[in-house]
């Protein structure tokens, strides 16, 4: 059938090749670097000859060098961005513009170009998970001996510190982060020369074409190359777990920055005002937080839709070369903003104190003292403790507030037996402080705990955060090496 000798469809190109071209500034800069690597490989394969080499180099050079993607003349009456460029090349240097389609497909640019535009965002991103847990570590560092109450369903649960509950969300970020790491080696593959989808005749050196372009390898299968979606999936999935580790964190912040909690107070520039009630300042930021995670969801309930089509179509990349980059840029921004949120966070210690003393969150303490000083089973213990704080409640009282005597009381109740507990002293058992004092055992409360785990987390977001610069350091090494090297070849 051939190419139609007909122009595009109004309808076509309002839609489709228009969301193809609202794409193209992410993808200018791989586009630029992938037609250097090509024209290279070419030229030293002997495909094209080395002055009709020399004039498209320098053309996309030119480019490279002057014009950014937001001045380059995208325009979808010409298709996408491959035809676009073609359109602009063609009309500068004439046919020899058309050396830069041998034995490569529009699709290969493609996936080059978002391949480099991700491998960026993606070490960024990594960066930020890391950020974000050194923050934590700081935080948990600091508050350590913070007792407050830490909580289940927004109830109190048991006595615990501010240092412990924060460390929750480090541990999720760095594994996150690791994992972001694994899926950066993914994307840093070149799927470069490997033509249509069964490979090119030219014998074009698919090394050379990774190499130039600092990839670490190739993607063994050629026809793999063109249509893998699964480390997208990856990318996706990763960013929305990353960002709904934070959201958790923003929903308890929310609460906790309350009148009614004010265990917590965000520093005001994370914050907004009401411009109507003047008593109101809003935890904006946190507010950012929660939403992005709803969205990254959707993304990739939608990109998982789009990528069940049969193989071999495009239909999944398209969407791709949009969806992935600005997930990513997404997820970075909200993991750079929640860093600063932990940063500058003030905690309020004595308010969390008050809250710890005016509950019953020593119950399960208490129960475990009754099931080893009276020698009943946990569960007879519980039925105790549970009646007598019922009734001890009813009275107004609090758990610092229970009694030998109370537990007898309750007891006989309900047990139709008293459990000689008369005249002990429950003052210990009931110290919240002496209570998160015996959680010594690996990964507990225990201040000292505490701190051994904070800083076990603020080494590992330094391990992750020098891994994210070397990454980025050599891209930026390898990119300028391709520059210099199709600058010598320009200049033959």
Request: aromatic share 6%.
């Amino acid at each position: 059938m051939g190419p139609s000798a007909e122009a595009p469809a109004p309808e076509l190109v309002s839609s489709g090749f228009a969301l193809e071209v609202a794409d193209a500034p992410l993808l200018h800069e791989g586009l630029n670097l992938a037609d250097l690597a090509h024209l290279l490989v070419l030229a030293e394969a002997g495909v094209v000859p080395s002055d009709a080499a020399a004039r498209v180099l320098a053309a996309v050079l030119e480019v490279h060098r002057s014009v950014p993607a937001d001045r380059f003349p995208y325009d979808p009456a010409h298709g996408d961005a491959y035809n676009s460029r073609e359109a602009f090349f063609v009309e500068r240097i004439g046919d020899d513009a058309g050396w830069l389609h041998a034995g490569r497909p529009r699709r290969e640019a493609g996936r080059i170009a978002l391949r480099i535009h991700l491998r960026r965002l993606v070490a960024g991103l990594v960066a930020g998970a890391a950020a974000f847990a050194e923050s934590v570590a700081e935080l948990a560092e600091a508050h350590a001996d913070t007792v407050m109450p830490d909580q289940t369903y927004l109830q109190q649960a048991q006595p615990s510190t501010f240092g412990h509950y924060v460390l929750t969300f480090a541990y999720p970020a760095i594994r996150d982060a690791d994992r972001l790491l694994a899926a950066g080696d993914w994307v840093n593959r070149s799927p470069g020369g490997a033509g249509c989808v069964n490979g090119s005749r030219l014998g074009l050196d698919r090394d050379r074409t990774a190499a130039l372009l600092g990839f670490d390898g190739l993607i063994a299968h050629t026809r793999d190359a063109m249509w893998q979606t699964d480390g997208l999936i990856d990318l996706l999935a990763t960013s929305a777990s990353l960002v709904s580790n934070l959201s958790k964190l923003a929903e308890d912040l929310e609460i906790w920055d309350s009148q009614e909690f004010d265990f917590v107070e965000l520093a005001g520039p994370y914050t907004r005002a009401s411009v109507l009630m003047p008593q109101k300042r809003n935890p904006y930021a946190l507010s950012i937080v929660r939403g992005a995670a709803g969205v990254l969801i959707g993304r990739l309930s939608g990109f998982l839709a789009v990528v069940k089509t049969p193989s071999a179509r495009t239909d999944n990349l398209i969407f791709a070369y949009g969806e992935i980059p600005r997930s990513l840029e997404l997820a970075g921004k909200v993991t750079r903003l929640m860093a600063g949120v932990v940063a500058t966070l003030r905690v309020h210690p004595d308010r969390m104190w008050e809250s710890l003393q005016s509950g019953f969150s020593q119950a399960t303490d208490l129960a475990e003292f009754v099931m080893q000083a009276c020698g009943v089973d946990y569960r007879t213990a519980y039925v105790v403790v549970g009646a007598a704080v019922r009734r001890a409640a009813a009275r107004g009282l609090r758990g610092v507030d229970l009694t030998a005597g109370m537990l007898e009381e309750a007891a006989e109740q309900r047990l139709g037996r008293r459990l000689d507990l008369s005249g002990r002293d429950l003052t210990e058992v009931l110290d919240p402080r002496a209570i998160v004092a015996t959680r010594c055992s690996p990964g507990g409360a225990a201040p000292e705990v505490v701190r051994k785990m904070a800083w076990e987390c603020r080494d590992e977001g330094a391990r992750i955060h020098a891994e994210a610069a070397r990454r980025l350091a050599w891209y930026d090494e390898a990119e300028a090496a391709l520059v210099r090297a199709a600058e010598q070849a320009a200049a033959r």
